[in-house]
Structure formats: C-alpha cells, structure tokens
C-alpha cells in the first residue's frame, strides 16, 4: 500500500480548492478510520481525487462530503473514501530477498510440520491485489507440491474492497511479470503462460484465503501464524498506530514465528522486545514469548 502522493504529481495552486479546515478534517477522517498519517500535500492529492465523486454527488464541496462520510448507513461510500485514500502499488515477489528468506529458513520446517499433520497459517497483511499472498503460495508448491491437501493456508487481507476483488480474480496482465524468471513465471502461471491477462494457476490460488480486514480494528482470527507479511504499510501509519500494529502482529506469531517488514520499515516499540533479527526487515519471534490473546485496539 501507498498513499496518493508517492504516485502522482503536485496539484496546481487552481486546483487546491478546499479549505484548511476541510483538509485538516479529511486527513482527521483518514486517521480515525485507517490510523493513516495523512500530511497535508496528501490530504489535498486525496481530495483532488474525491472531486469527480463530488460533483457526481451534487454536493457543493468536500466539507458536504464529509459531512455525509460521517453520517450514518453510508458504508459504501466509506469504501470510496477508502480507495481514495491508499493506492496500491505492488508486484510479484517484490523485495526478492523475503522470499529466498522464506524459502530456504522459514518454510522447510512448516513443510515438515504440514506433511507431519501439522497445521500451517501465513498472513499477508495489506495483500492488495493480491501479488504478494501469490508468490508466497508460488513459494510454498515448489518445496511441498501437495500444499493443497494439507492443513495449510495464506490469509490475504486488506482493507479496499476493490483491490481485493481484483486479487479473487487471479488474473494479471502478462506485462506484470515480464520482470520474473522463467522459473518463476510457471511457478506462478503454468508452464506456457500465453496471452494479454494470464490465469493463476488452479494450485497456487486454492492456497490463499482473502478477506477483507482493517487492520485498526478488532481482527476475528484467534489461532497463531507462522509468517506473517505485512510490508510497506506500517510506514503510513502514525507511530503511535504503528508500534501497537507491530505488538498485535508479535501477539498472532508463533514462538520461532517470522515476520516480514518493508524495505523502509523497522519494527519498533514494546515488539521489539520479543523479536530478534532474521534478515532484512526480517523478525523471529523469540521462543519462550508469552503469547497475549490479540487485543481491539
């Protein structure tokens, strides 16, 4: 997930309509319901954004806008705000070092587990469009090819409902993985993946369960994970929002569980302290961790 202003251009003065007050109840908004950091330059990208809506509306400006956000019954609407605020940039098997980490130290002994009985959860955490949960699912079937009828599963959540119907999809225009080794183009695809928009393969995708989540509010899992991705979100949230983000993930984590940050994302606050270093922005849980039923809030 980025916001707006890490994809589009400054806005001209013209078109900077809104008032302050407007913007700062916009970037308020944003952060009651997504614990978002939204700054002022990316308040006025996300209104500038909002403007067709608006107009489409008939309402008079972004104040009225808000005005009916914050009424009552109007979830849809909530949702278009939602997709207004976050744009979801990704692409398969980005920051490739994770995945050699998940790989050749994390999976191996989940593997195991799984061909053993065992039961194996990872959660991609701000999935978008699905990319991420994908290669790690393209991951898990080269080293355990009967992943599927095993107690094996990838949650994929997010909290833009329309970049998660895009991910049910399973299908991506064939430029999305020009940048992929043949190996893994059929990892992903099959063995001869032709045509504009290629299909995910039948295996890879019965692996991944997507759901919709924000990830400030209550989440309804009560059962541990063994990896945990959640990379490049964390670092839009305030730091107050981010350290008790970071401690709930530590709390759903097994002990010996990984969790995988992003490239400009370091793991801070009262987590810290139950996590060691495994790589990259890469985090094991330290075994012997009392484990806290996940909190609300």
């Known amino acids: 997930m980025t916001l707006a202003s890490e994809t589009e251009p400054r806005p001209s003065k013209a078109r900077a309509d809104a008032s302050r007050a407007d913007l700062g109840r916009l970037a308020r908004l944003a952060h009651d319901m997504l614990g978002i950091d939204l700054q002022p330059f990316k308040s006025t990208i996300v209104h500038h954004r909002l403007a067709s809506r608006i107009r489409e509306l008939g309402l008079a400006g972004l104040g009225e806008y808000l005005d009916l956000l914050e009424s009552p019954g ?11 605020v976050t744009t979801n ?35 991609s955490a701000g999935c978008s ?11 898990l079937l080269a080293l355990c090819p009967e992943a599927p009828r095993l107690d094996v599963k990838i949650l994929a959540t997010d909290v833009d409902g329309e970049v998660l119907d895009r991910a049910k999809r399973a299908r991506f225009p064939a ?17 001869e993946p ?29 059962q541990p994970f063994d990896a945990i991705f959640c990379r490049n979100v964390a ?52 075994p012997g961790t009392a484990r806290a039923q996940p909190s609300g809030h």
């Open 74 to 84: 109007i979830g849809d609407e909530r949702d278009r705000f939602i997709s207004a």
């Open 194 to 222: 032709s045509g504009e928009a290629l299909a995910m393969r039948e295996d890879v995708a019965s692996l991944v369960a997507f759901h919709r989540l924000n990830l400030v509010d209550r989440w309804p899992m009560r």
């Open 89 to 123: 940039v990704t692409k398969f098997f980005r920051e490739p070092h994770h995945f050699d980490t998940l790989e050749r130290d994390v999976l191996p002994a989940l593997v195991a587990r799984a061909r053993a009985g065992g039961r194996v959860r990872l959660w």
């Open 175 to 191: 430029e999305e993985v020009r940048h992929l080794s043949l190996a893994r183009r059929h990892a992903l695809f099959g063995p």
């Open 235 to 286: 670092i839009y949230l305030d730091l107050a929002v981010r350290e008790r983000l970071w401690l709930r993930f530590v709390e759903v984590l097994r002990d010996g569980g990984t969790l995988f940050a992003g490239h400009s994302e370091r793991v801070l606050g009262p987590a810290l302290a139950q996590l060691g270093h495994a790589g990259v922005t890469t985090y094991r849980k330290r």
């Open 129 to 139: 469009s699905g990319q991420e949960p994908y290669s790690i699912a393209a991951c």
